[in-house]
């Protein structure tokens, strides 16, 4: 498993959720909100994650799933491996699709 998210980056997602209203993560478990994120292994997409992880421990929200297409453009397969265990490491389904073959995985 991965480790806990540091607390200097709790305080900022308490931060965030403030600025966007308190209510919104409770308004989301009320209404069964789903949430699907499509996962590049990129800065942005990577601290989405763990955003979405903080909420889903500390706030109950229903749990995310996570996609990640692979184009087929460049030879990556190390760079998705590693990408594949750790979302595997994160505990959400996700789904892992590589469109130069077709092949597609969910787990």
Do not use: C
Not at 42 to 55: A, R, T, V
Not at 73 to 95: A, S, V
Request: aromatic letters at 14%; glycine letters at 4%; charged letters at 20%.
């Amino acid at each position: 498993m991965i480790p806990d998210i540091p607390i200097s980056v709790a305080i900022h997602f308490e931060s965030m959720l403030k600025r966007m209203g308190n209510q919104l993560p409770s308004h989301w478990v009320k209404n069964k909100t789903k949430f699907l994120l499509s996962y590049s292994g990129g800065k942005d997409s990577s601290i989405l994650l763990l955003f979405l992880q903080y909420l889903k421990k500390h706030y109950q929200i229903e749990t995310p799933h996570v996609f990640y297409l692979s184009h087929g453009i460049r030879q990556i397969e190390n760079e998705e491996k590693d990408l594949k265990l750790f979302l595997q490491d994160i505990g959400f389904p996700f789904y892992f699709v590589k469109k130069k073959s077709q092949n597609s995985q969910r787990n």
